[in-house]
C-alpha cells in the first residue's frame, strides 16, 4: 500500500521569508511524487516532480523539493515567500506514473 | 499545450436527476484519464480509472453504478452521476495521461456539482 502524508494542514508565514511544506511518503516501491498547487477556484497546477532522477529537484516560481529516501520525505521549499504563493499545496505519491494519490494538502497563508 | 477542459464547470440540479460530465483533453490524445472528487477544504481521492474503448476501473468503495464513466475517444470522458442526491454535492476533477508523455497528468479546472 502507498500513501502520502502532509503534516501541516496550514502554513503561515511573512512575505520574503522561507517556506517549507511537509510531506512524507510510504511506498512499497520507488516512487514518483509531484507537488501541485491550487489557487482558488482555478485548477491545479504541476509545481514539480521526481521520477527517478536527481534528487533535489527545481520547479516554477522558485519552488524545489529534496527527494530523501532514508527520511520518506518530499518537502517542499522556497527562500522567499510572495503573496502570491498564498494557496494550497498538495504532495502526490504514484509508484506506476498511472494512479495518483494525493495528501490531504496544506493551505499556505502569506502575511503582508 | 496538453490542456484539459471540463465541462460544465457548475452545475445545479435536483435530487432523483442525472448529471453529466465532460472531460476533454483539447491538444492531445489520451487513452487514460482519471476521475477525482474533492469535498470542501479535502483533498482529492481518486474515483476511477477511465480506459479509452474498455471499462473504467474503479477505486474501492466508489459505486460503479453511481458513477456511470464513458471514455468514447482518445479526447472525451464523461462522468454521469446518476440518481443524484445531496451527497453527492462535490468538485470533481479530471485529469489526463497524454499519450506520449506517461509519467504527468494535466488537470481540468473542475465541475462543481450542487444537488439540491
Known amino acids: 500500500a502507498q500513501s502520502v502524508t502532509q503534516l501541516d494542514s496550514h502554513v503561515s508565514v511573512s512575505e520574503g521569508t522561507p517556506v517549507l511544506l511537509r510531506c512524507n511518503y510510504s511506498?512499497?516501491?520507488?516512487?514518483?511524487l509531484f507537488w501541485y498547487v491550487q489557487h482558488p477556484n482555478k485548477g491545479l497546477q504541476l509545481l514539480l516532480k521526481?521520477?527517478?532522477?536527481?534528487?533535489l529537484v527545481k520547479g516554477i516560481n522558485g519552488f524545489e523539493a529534496e527527494f530523501k529516501k532514508s527520511e520518506t520525505s518530499f518537502h517542499l521549499t522556497k527562500p522567499s515567500a510572495h503573496m502570491s504563493d498564498a494557496a494550497e499545496y498538495f504532495c502526490v505519491v504514484s509508484y506506476n506514473f498511472n494512479k495518483f494519490y494525493f495528501g490531504s494538502g496544506t493551505k499556505l497563508n502569506v502575511k503582508p | 499545450g496538453a490542456v484539459v477542459s471540463q465541462h460544465p464547470s457548475w452545475v445545479i440540479c435536483k435530487s432523483g436527476t442525472s448529471v453529466k460530465i465532460e472531460c476533454r483533453s483539447l491538444d492531445f490524445q489520451a487513452t487514460t484519464m482519471f476521475w477525482y472528487r474533492q469535498f470542501p477544504k479535502q483533498s482529492l481521492m481518486l474515483m476511477a480509472t477511465s480506459n479509452e474503448g474498455s471499462k473504467a476501473t474503479y477505486e474501492q468503495g466508489v459505486e460503479k453504478d453511481k458513477f456511470l464513466i464513458n471514455h468514447a475517444s482518445l479526447t472525451l470522458s464523461t462522468l454521469t452521476v446518476t440518481s443524484a442526491h445531496p451527497e453527492d454535492s462535490s468538485f470533481y476533477i479530471c485529469?489526463?495521461?497524454?499519450?506520449?508523455?506517461?509519467?504527468?497528468?494535466?488537470f481540468g479546472p473542475g465541475t462543481r456539482l450542487t444537488v439540491t
Open positions: 485529469s489526463a495521461n497524454p499519450d506520449y508523455l506517461t509519467y504527468e497528468q494535466y
Open positions: 511506498s512499497s516501491y520507488s516512487p514518483s
Open positions: 521526481y521520477t527517478s532522477a536527481a534528487t
